[in-house]
């Protein structure tokens, strides 16, 4: 019992991590933008499938391969906000039919021009086998994957705290008129948040690439993942976002370890409805970025 | 005789000759166009599958490549073979419409069907209100048990379905105890764990399935048990003790508390009874930095069937156990196993368990049509063709020795095949896959002199060996 109860503190760090890193750019775009970033999935999949395109098919050194791929969602970051996000801003619905679509059809030419049976595969395993931890043996990879969601979400408040631009995604995050007023520049602090959000689903996404399946539909997996967090913590708001994730992490983990593993999802979904049923905005009310 | 006589005669023999040919030129027919040979009616096969999808796409043209091969050796029984393809996007619905389109709009008279059971299930529906208009044969390679039940007892409405496989309530008892024999005898464990993908095809593997059917064909009525136990049980037969059990649910990303639940019990095997739901991929990747690397793990169905298996876990599936269908040295069941994955992995093609059996399914049909013809019917007369599929073996079949192949035995595989139960492979160092079945396997189907020149038992590894550099 000792040993499940270790196993399942430990397991809420790890999984309560990996939400946050997988749902933290998604959450800045929503908290600043005020847009349900529905493309978001594509930074998944050109992370992975970009960096097999520069190392296999061009035959590029792996590390530069590896850093390409963030070349390419910034600007595809850049395009979706200027030829979508900019172009619909006062049209909601036809923004969201664009944003779901566009992600659609990136999946589909992912998936024709590398279906499964292509044999995509990344290695950027950064820790070989498995870490002790007391009685505990733990895939050193999830610990990696951990420690870059904490020190990525880190770096994100630091900006938003102590940084100028950071000031002004906060003021927009908070009143959107009042910054308009004191003649804040839009676009360019959108394009910075579009960009800076794009950021971490590309990381978590490398990292994940040893120890998950790649294959094209995988956007929609973990997007499922990021959207669970940031609904639950307050759509924008980075503070809930956090408690959220590990609150999820922490529910998975003791119903998996303690009572059984098949029952894991279903707890966490139900936990999710019955808070959004007591607090319909998320664990934080979702006014501010943080 | 003198002279003027023999110039008379010969007069008179000239005379005749040339008047003769000359009547004869008057008399025939004017000289026309040579006619045309009569051209053969097509016989035709529609290909109902999902190309959108890689495994399925190789399922479909496993079918095409023995549907060409047919072509170029100038048809079936002298008729011509004509393929055309449908893409069901594997919806039930879609595949309806697209059967519908294939039997009544282009005639088909052989329906190979890929696709979910439940396809198949309302497929035959569709099918037996078509067949008295447009007879036809539907084919289907894959799982549910009802698909099977449903032509013993109703045999004069479903008697055009065929499931060109294994019935799965046979197949799920023979191939796991065939697996749990390897388990126990060449990896030489105890204590074992089992996941169980929970899916409807998992039903008997989870809880056991007792029931009683009655078979009724025009010639006979039969009463025929079916039954299955569970894993837990089959192990235990096997003097197995199950540690660990667990199902997975479909589609799930997240294997380590499972993988630690089998460490946590003590489990030095983990049987996973997976198929193309599971992320089998994900599962290995996790298991290969879990703390049950160290345990065997080896997995039923997937793309694990592949040799690139291997590639797409990036080199986690080291030590990893499966059946995997495209080795081109595969044991030689039949002269057409080898070349069949040979043609394949020529095309860019993976070759799973399935891909082996719609290539052979052509073949069956084949076969079938073949008899009747020779027996001087028709190979549009689809009663007797199929008449013809529940008699005669198919002895291209890449997987099955031909005895194994008929479609008509009066048991629960009736309109099925018998079980297959195929060799088990490991994955070692650089991607490299053994055979390392036992040559002692009671469950063997393959003659002993193959089972001695392919199987290597010896050659099995530890993982913790594999990664050691064994």
Not at chain 1, 14 to 21: A, H, P
Not at chain 1, 22 to 51: K, M, W
Not at chain 2, 312 to 320: F, I
Not at chain 2, 353 to 370: G, P, T, W
């Amino acid at each position: 019992m000792i040993n499940e109860l270790l196993l399942s503190l430990i397991y809420t760090f790890i999984f309560g991590s990996m939400y946050l890193g997988i749902a933290l750019g998604f959450s800045i775009v929503t908290g600043v933008l005020r847009v349900f970033n529905l493309a978001y999935p594509i930074f998944f999949l050109i992370a992975a499938y970009g960096t097999w395109l520069f190392w296999r098919d061009l035959n590029l050194p792996f590390e530069l391969s590896i850093a390409l791929p963030f070349v390419l969602v910034a600007v595809a970051s850049y395009l979706v906000y200027k030829f979508v996000v900019n172009k619909f801003m006062e049209a909601e619905d036809y923004m969201l039919a664009a944003l779901i679509l566009l992600f659609l059809a990136v999946e589909q030419v992912v998936s024709i021009v590398y279906p499964e049976a292509a044999g995509v595969f990344i290695p950027t395993r950064v820790i070989e086998g498995s870490v002790n931890v007391g009685p505990a043996s733990l895939p050193g990879q999830y610990f990696v994957i951990a420690l870059a969601s904490l020190i990525m979400t880190a770096l994100y408040v630091m900006f938003f705290m102590k940084t100028k631009t950071g000031l002004v995604m906060r003021a927009i995050s908070q009143s959107y008129l009042v910054s308009r007023i004191i003649g804040v520049n839009f676009n360019l602090m959108f394009v910075i948040a579009m960009i800076l959000g794009s950021i971490p689903p590309a990381v978590v996404m490398l990292l994940l690439a040893p120890v998950w399946a790649l294959n094209p539909f995988i956007g929609w997996t973990l997007f499922a993942y990021g959207i669970m967090v940031a609904v639950l913590g307050g759509l924008g708001n980075l503070k809930g976002t956090i408690i959220a994730a590990y609150m999820i992490g922490a529910i998975y983990s003791f119903v998996a370890y303690l009572v059984n593993p098949r029952l894991a999802g279903l707890a966490c979904l139900v936990v999710v409805v019955i808070i959004l049923a007591l607090k319909p905005r998320g664990l934080a009310r979702a006014e501010t970025i943080w | 005789m003198s002279k003027k006589v023999l110039a008379a005669i010969i007069v008179v023999v000239v005379i005749a000759v040339v008047g003769g040919l000359s009547y004869a030129l008057i008399t025939a027919p004017p000289p026309g166009p040579t006619p045309p040979p009569v051209e053969k009616k097509p016989i035709k096969i529609a290909l109902l599958y999902n190309p959108a999808i890689s495994v399925l796409k190789g399922q479909g043209e496993a079918a095409k490549v023995a549907i060409e091969e047919l072509q170029k050796a100038g048809g079936i029984a002298g008729y011509p073979v004509e393929y055309k393809e449908w893409d069901t996007q594997r919806k039930v619905d879609v595949a309806v419409a697209a059967y519908r389109e294939a039997v009544v709009d282009w005639g088909a008279h052989f329906v190979l069907l890929e696709g979910v059971s439940e396809e198949m299930l309302a497929l035959m529906e569709e099918g037996a209100k078509l067949y008295p208009k447009y007879p036809h044969i539907l084919g289907y390679v894959g799982m549910a048990a009802e698909v099977t039940i449903k032509v013993m007892e109703e045999y004069d409405k479903y008697k055009f379905a065929f499931r060109l496989f294994d019935a799965d309530y046979t197949a799920n008892v023979l191939r796991p105890l065939a697996i749990f024999w390897e388990a126990k005898n060449v990896l030489k464990v105890s204590k074992i764990a089992i996941l169980i993908e929970e899916a409807a095809w998992t039903l008997g593997a989870r809880q056991g399935l007792e029931m009683t059917v009655t078979l009724k064909t025009p010639e006979v009525t039969k009463t025929i048990r079916i039954s299955q136990k569970p894993l837990r049980e089959l192990a235990r037969e096997m003097g197995l003790t199950v540690v660990y059990e667990a199902n997975i649910p479909v589609g799930t990303k997240e294997f380590l508390p499972f993988l630690e639940g089998a460490k946590a019990a003590g489990a030095e095997y983990i049987f996973v009874m997976s198929s193309w739901y599971t992320d089998c991929i994900t599962l290995v990747k996790q298991w290969a930095v879990s703390g049950a690397r160290d345990i065997y793990l080896e997995l039923y169905g997937g793309p694990n069937h592949w040799t690139v298996f291997w590639n797409l876990t990036g080199g986690a599936a080291l030590g990893v156990i499966s059946g995997v269908f495209d080795v081109p040295d595969y044991i030689p069941i039949s002269p057409y196993t080898q070349p069949f994955i040979a043609k394949m992995l020529g095309r860019g093609l993976r070759v799973d368990m399935s891909a082996h059996y719609y290539y052979s399914a052509v073949y069956h049909f084949k076969r079938a049509v073949e008899y009747v013809v020779e027996r001087g019917g028709s190979p549009f007369d689809i009663d007797a063709v199929i008449k013809a599929l529940e008699r005669v073996p198919c002895e291209e079949h890449t997987l099955l020795p031909a005895e194994m192949t008929i479609l008509g035995s009066l048991d629960e595989n009736f309109h099925s095949y018998p079980a297959c139960l195929p060799p088990h492979y490991q994955f070692q160092r650089d991607g490299k896959v053994v055979c390392i079945s036992g040559i002692e396997n009671p469950f063997r189907q393959v003659p002993e002199e193959l089972a001695r020149r392919y199987f290597h038992p010896e050659l099995v590894k530890s993982p913790a060996e594999l990664r050691a550099g064994g």
